[in-house]
C-alpha cells in the first residue's frame, strides 16, 4: 500500500496536468502550412523572428515572435490559419488614461516595464508588466477594469 502511495506521488509529479499550457520552440518546417500563409499574408512586411507551439486546455496554438519597423508583436494562430490572439507592444504613452488611472489606483508604486494591447477577435486588453509591484503582470480593458493579475 506505501509502495502504491509514492508511485501515484511520483506519477503526478512526472505528467503534466491537463489544461497546464506546454510551450515549445518548433522550426517553422514543423508549423502547418495554413499557418504560415496566414502569417504571411496577414503580416507581409513583418520578419518572423521565430516559432513555438503551445498545447492549452487540449488546443493546439502556434505562436509567432515578429517584428515590423519598430513594432513587436506576436501573434498566436490556430493550427487552420486562423488568428486567435495578437499581442502588440505599445508605448507607455498609448496605453490609456482610464488604464493608467486604474493601475494607479491598484498599486500606486507600480512601474510599468512593458505594455503589451491584446487583440482577440474585437476584444481589446492592456497587459502591463509591472516593476515595484506585488504582481508581475495586470490586464485591463481599455476602460480601466480589472481583467486579472499574474
Not at 508605448?91 to 490609456?96: C, D, L, N, T, V
Request: aromatic share 6%; proline share 6%.
Amino acid at each position: 500500500m506505501r509502495i502504491s502511495a509514492v508511485c501515484a506521488i511520483v506519477l503526478s509529479l512526472c505528467i503534466p496536468a491537463t489544461g497546464r499550457a506546454q510551450e515549445q520552440k518548433v522550426n517553422s518546417r514543423n508549423v502547418p502550412t495554413a499557418v504560415t500563409e496566414a502569417a504571411a499574408k496577414s503580416y507581409p512586411n513583418a520578419k518572423i523572428k521565430g516559432w513555438t507551439k503551445e498545447t492549452e486546455d487540449g488546443t493546439t496554438f502556434y505562436e509567432a515572435e515578429m517584428t515590423e519597423g519598430p513594432t513587436k508583436r506576436d501573434v498566436i494562430f490556430l493550427p487552420d490559419g486562423k488568428i486567435d490572439t495578437v499581442e502588440e507592444q505599445i508605448a507607455i504613452a498609448a496605453i490609456p488614461a482610464a488604464v493608467q488611472a486604474a493601475l494607479k489606483a491598484k498599486y500606486p508604486k507600480a512601474e510599468i516595464d512593458l505594455a503589451e494591447k491584446l487583440i482577440k477577435g474585437t476584444t481589446i486588453q492592456y497587459e502591463l508588466h509591472l516593476k515595484k509591484a506585488p504582481k508581475k503582470e495586470i490586464v485591463f480593458t481599455p476602460d480601466g477594469t480589472f481583467v486579472k493579475e499574474e
